[in-house]
T-cell receptor, first 113, second 114 residues
């Protein structure tokens, strides 16, 4: 069975401090993994993707994620949070050779001044 | 052009109305998708079109009727909806049905059924 677990429904950080949004997945053999961001009343924007190349993936707006197969994790990080990062973040897995995306339940990131 | 454009942005309709949502992309993508997103929830897949043919219907009620007239356009026809159908409807596209490179999402249509 395929599943995605975002371990925190809410994360709150101060501006300028690091961000860590956690994601664990359950999938057979070489999934593709994605992080999307959704600002209020907006669509989803692709932050970054892992598709079996380098395990450390750099995305837009200073975000990056590391694919750790042994831990079945794909955590999203950013060294220094900005107020504009406040949004909902979704971890998404697409199992190998399977045309369906599985969304995590989302993590709402709050950035305090 | 790297966008998926959805119209209208907002729609209010009565339970006896017929309306349509429109989605357009000019990226040459050959797979297009409809998702439904309720407040504070992740998107839920409704339909997948691949090369203008319906390939996945996630057991969506018949009051939702998708249509893909050509490779750039995807419609969702709505008829006799219920208040619980109120949600953000998102359209997405991908290069092909594998979705290997991710989906490009539109900004959505906020639908309210009264």
């Amino acid at each position: 069975a395929q599943s995605v677990t975002q371990l925190d429904s809410h994360v709150s950080v101060s501006e300028g401090t690091p961000v860590l949004l956690r994601c664990n997945y359950s999938s057979s053999y070489s999934p593709s993994l994605f992080w999307y961001v959704q600002h209020p009343n907006k669509g989803l924007q692709l932050l970054l993707k892992y598709t079996s190349a380098a395990t450390l993936v750099k995305g837009i707006n200073g975000f990056e994620a590391e694919f750790k197969k042994s831990e079945t994790s794909f955590h999203l990080t950013k060294p220094s949070a900005h107020m504009s990062d406040a949004a909902e973040y979704f971890c998404v897995v697409r199992p190998f050779n399977f045309n369906k995306f599985y969304f995590g339940s989302g993590t709402k990131l709050n950035v305090k001044p | 052009d790297t966008e998926v454009t959805q119209t209208p942005k907002h729609l209010v309709m009565g339970m006896t109305n017929k309306k349509s949502l429109k989605c357009e992309q000019h990226m040459g993508h050959r797979a297009m998708y409809w998702y439904k997103q309720k407040a504070k929830k992740p998107p839920e897949l409704m339909f997948v079109y691949s090369y203008e043919k319906l390939s996945i219907n996630e057991s969506v009620p018949s009051r939702f009727s998708p249509e893909c007239p050509n490779s750039s356009l995807l419609n969702l026809h709505l008829h006799a909806l219920q208040p619980e159908d109120s949600a953000l409807y998102l359209c997405a596209s991908s290069q092909d049905r594998t979705g290997n490179y991710g989906y490009t999402f539109g900004s959505g249509t906020r639908l309210t059924v009264v």
